[in-house]
């Protein structure tokens, strides 16, 4: 399985942008429509559980008995690492897709971002919170995609554990292939066309390549581990800059909040904004 992830990566990854651009946007639909939809079928299944679970989210998160017993701030510190892996909010990979966009006014895509982290988070995850409440094996001692696979067979039969499989290798593939496009474009950047970007590039392509093998065969807990360690790197850059740049930010959301407000279709030139126009490279 390594060795055919690995051939499967680098065979997207070296047909470049379009090719990458394509694949992703037939996993990416599949995957999201097919989940949802098992879930939300799961739901209206086991809808008049829903109050009993809604209460169980709340007295768990903030029980006396979880605070008394030190696993609250656990449950807090776990749910922090696991929210930033699931929707890079504040962790500064987004915005690499989210500046290729074209856009009339940049708050348009600042507006489409947010929605990335609220159908991510409050919809995505709770369906999968609702799946495993809902088949009451959530203390069953399973973890993580053990315990989704555990429950999506306990409502539709030994077919849930596959489907869990095929949805997060799907999850995974997009969420590589994707994550190499940010790294090229941040290379690309770095090497500022000189004649050694080509070479860079190829030679991160075959770096990565290893990498996706050497990571299929470690365990849970090293690649866990990895995974916090490099985000907080990250987080830490990426909200350094977000405090620099913040007030840019502010200012670009009063314009468009004006011009909404005046009846019109935001639109944004560095001109609109002399105070920053020489501080504005593309617009």
């Known amino acids: 399985m390594a060795i055919l992830l690995s051939l499967l990566s680098l065979a997207v990854i070296f047909?470049?942008?379009q090719r990458i651009a394509k694949v992703c946007s037939y996993i990416v639909p599949f995957m999201a429509l097919a989940y949802l939809g098992i879930a939300v079928w799961i739901?209206?299944?086991?809808i008049t559980s829903l109050p009993a679970m809604i209460g169980l989210i709340f007295r768990s998160a903030f029980g006396f008995e979880?605070?008394?017993?030190?696993?609250?701030?656990?449950?807090?510190?776990?749910?922090?690492?696991?929210?930033?892996?699931?929707?890079?909010a504040g962790e500064g990979s987004a915005p690499n897709v989210a500046a290729t966009a074209d856009v009339s006014h940049p708050v348009k895509q600042g507006l489409i971002q947010t929605l990335g982290v609220f159908t991510d988070t409050l919809i995505v995850c709770t369906c999968t919170a609702f799946i495993i409440l809902s088949s009451g094996l959530y203390d069953c001692g399973a973890n993580g995609i053990e315990l989704t696979q555990a429950a999506m067979t306990w409502h539709i039969g030994p077919a849930g554990k596959?489907?869990?499989?095929?949805?997060?290798?799907?999850?995974?593939?997009?969420?590589?292939?994707?994550n190499y496009y940010y790294g090229e474009c941040n290379l690309a950047f770095l090497c500022n066309g000189s004649s050694h970007t080509k070479t860079a590039i190829q030679l991160y392509r075959i770096r990565l390549g290893v990498l996706i093998f050497i990571?299929?065969?470690?365990?849970?807990?090293?690649?866990?581990a990895l995974v916090d360690f490099f985000m907080v790197i990250m987080t830490v850059v990426n909200l350094t800059s977000l405090f620099l740049l913040g007030k840019y930010a502010v200012t670009l959301l009063e314009h468009y909040k004006r011009q909404l407000k005046a009846g019109k279709a935001p639109q944004y030139q560095s001109s609109t904004i002399p105070e920053i126009s020489d501080e504005t490279e593309c617009w």
């Not at 739901?43 to 086991?46: H, M, Q, T």
């Not at 979880?66 to 890079?88: D, H, P, W, Y």
């Not at 990571?215 to 866990?224: A, E, N, P």
């Open 15 to 17: 047909g470049g942008i």
């Open 215 to 224: 990571g299929s065969l470690m365990t849970i807990d090293i690649v866990w």
């Open 43 to 46: 739901l209206a299944v086991n």
């Open 162 to 178: 596959y489907i869990i499989a095929i949805c997060i290798f799907f999850f995974a593939f997009s969420s590589v292939i994707g």
């Open 66 to 88: 979880q605070a008394v017993g030190g696993t609250m701030g656990m449950a807090i510190l776990m749910g922090f690492k696991r929210g930033i892996f699931s929707n890079e």
